[in-house]
């Protein structure tokens, strides 16, 4: 069984150490995810090699249903063990300002609102409706943006051609982050997660072939 898009499972060393699960989540998260996103809106090649793969026109707002879920793992992933249980929404906006740390420097009352339209009518309404709601559109943000937010119209614009390789590069940083061991607080809230999320370390039952 994959567990990545390059390892097996009867391929990992038991117990594996946390240098292997930060790799783990690493490229789940690359290969599964973010790069099948950036396939999709710019085209390229995918890991491993192979056909190069031309873009999808159309598709934004598929890559929107790829992408944004990272916001929440992310969040989920560096919370603090503090013994208190967040909503989902409050992991998603904590990771969206992770990813994008300008969102911080917004004064509060844009900050509040424009994590509340990425949030209900960016990623609720794709959730559950499968499509965004009233106030976030699709288009190229000016300054190589990803996204950005127009307050007094109440308007969330959001690239889909840019936001899978902003998402990588955050990807690139947590994971350099986390392989270095003084970021001892940072490392314990990662591999709590990732325990509690894979099941870790116990190795997996082995199946037997049909």
């Known amino acids: 069984m994959w567990i990545t898009w390059k390892d097996q499972d009867d391929e990992i060393v038991w117990p594996i150490t946390i240098g292997k699960k930060i790799d783990i989540f690493y490229q789940q998260a690359l290969g599964w995810q973010l790069h099948v996103a950036d396939l999709i809106a710019n085209g390229g090649y995918p890991l491993g090699g192979g056909a190069k793969v031309q873009r999808i026109q159309h598709s934004g707002f598929a ?13 989920k992933y560096q919370a603090p063990a503090d013994g208190n249980h967040k909503k989902d929404n409050e992991y998603f906006k904590a990771g969206a300002q992770t990813v994008f740390p300008c969102i911080q420097n917004a004064p509060s009352e844009v900050r509040k609102k424009l994590l509340e339209v990425l949030w209900k009518d960016a990623r609720c309404g794709l959730y559950h409706s499968s499509r965004t709601r009233r106030g976030v559109g699709l288009s190229q943000p000016p300054n190589g943006e990803a996204m950005a937010y127009y307050p007094d119209a109440q308007v969330l614009v959001i690239s889909p051609e840019r936001l899978p390789h902003a998402l990588k590069c955050h990807l690139e940083r947590y994971r350099t982050d986390l392989l270095d061991p003084i970021n001892v607080d940072a490392r314990q809230c990662f591999e709590r997660q990732f325990d509690k999320d894979l099941g870790v370390n116990q190795q997996p039952a082995q199946q037997n072939s049909v």
């Open 63 to 75: 890559v929107l249903q790829i992408c944004l879920s990272y916001f929440e793992t992310i969040g």
